[in-house]
């Protein structure tokens, strides 16, 4: 399993537009993908799962890659939130 933390940049927080992107681009992965947050946990993989997290601007996530292609997808989706959260 890979896991790192991301505090979440985006003014708005993961809103539907960035909650969309971040599904879709942890489809991408045959790993299992879960983030954990406030003490609960959802597939990134599930849209309406992270929109109901309430994540928002300065909040601290822990993204969690286990299966496979673990390490590419931690790696990836880690630049990813960069770029996009």
Not at 29 to 54: E, N, P, Q
């Amino acid at each position: 399993m890979r896991r790192f933390t991301y505090i979440v940049t985006d003014e708005m927080g993961i809103h539907a537009r960035p909650a969309g992107a971040l599904a879709r681009e942890a489809r991408k992965y045959s790993s299992r993908v879960t983030i954990s947050a406030k003490g609960a946990s959802k597939s990134a993989k599930d849209v309406f799962g992270l929109l109901g997290m309430g994540i928002t601007r300065g909040m601290e996530i822990t993204v969690s890659c286990e299966g496979p292609d673990e390490k590419q997808a931690a790696q990836e989706l880690e630049s990813f939130m960069e770029r996009n959260l």
